[in-house]
């Protein structure tokens, strides 16, 4: 069972690059999730998806953007990549409870 | 302003110690989900409660949810290795994403 997957695992940008994560869940599951993890500091929800076609933000959707086309992708879309944004980034999914996570991409600005 | 307060932040252990983590917040929550999240993984669900006063137990784990719904704790009895990792606690409302706790770093030492 695939669940969750993410895209790339890992990745190291130059400030200003722009670059996009992947996130595709093959559990048909209408809610996904994009959080931030920073040490000491927990998930922080980045943007968040009802169903296709439908997003909203999250606490901390500044530097980021969103899209979902399709029940079973939900990309995130870094347009000018600064060191703050240098973290951990969790995508997950779910239709009722629980969320199912998927393995992080970790994303270094240089 | 965090929603979720978790202590310790940090905790540990010898193995066969018990400990006992705390989630606490002001807020009312209809339900309270534990995660345990491995380094270069997402976070796994261990449990959701959802009425107030209910105690669950998974094996040597004890997750209890206050009576008002807003506090709960995840006492570990017997503490081994294998339950070193990243513990976190969410709450949920409806309609609304989950809202996480900063975590709390167990390492149980043999």
């Known amino acids: 069972n695939a669940g969750v997957t993410q895209t790339p695992k890992f990745r190291i940008l130059k400030i200003g690059q722009s670059m996009t994560l992947q996130c595709t869940q093959d559990?048909?599951?209408?809610?996904m999730y994009w959080y931030r993890q920073d040490p000491g500091m927990g998930l922080k929800l980045i943007y968040y998806?009802?169903?296709?076609?439908?997003?909203d933000k999250g606490e901390v959707p500044n530097g980021y953007n969103v899209s979902r086309s399709t029940t079973e992708d939900f990309p995130l879309r870094l347009e000018l990549a600064a060191p703050s944004q240098t973290s951990v980034y969790f995508c997950?999914?779910?239709?009722?409870?629980?969320?199912?996570f998927g393995d992080g991409t970790r994303l270094s600005i240089l | 302003t965090q929603l979720l307060e978790q202590s310790p932040q940090f905790l540990s252990i010898q193995e066969g110690e018990n400990l006992t983590v705390y989630c606490n917040s002001s807020?009312?929550?209809?339900?309270l989900q534990w995660y345990r999240q491995e380094p270069g993984e997402g976070p796994v669900l261990l449990v959701t409660?959802?009425?107030?006063?209910e105690v669950k137990k998974l094996k040597r784990l004890t997750f209890q949810f206050g009576d008002a719904r807003k506090d709960s704790s995840l006492h570990i009895t017997a503490a081994q290795p294998g339950d070193t990792g990243l513990y976190l606690c969410?709450?949920?409302?409806?309609?609304?994403?989950?809202?996480f706790g900063k975590g709390t770093t167990l390492s149980v030492s043999s």
């Open positions: 807020s009312v929550f209809s339900s």
């Open positions: 997950a999914s779910r239709r009722e409870q629980p969320q199912h």
């Open positions: 559990m048909n599951h209408n809610y």
């Open positions: 969410a709450g949920g409302r409806a309609g609304t994403a989950l809202i």
């Open positions: 409660v959802v009425t107030g006063g």
């Open positions: 998806s009802v169903g296709a076609g439908i997003t």
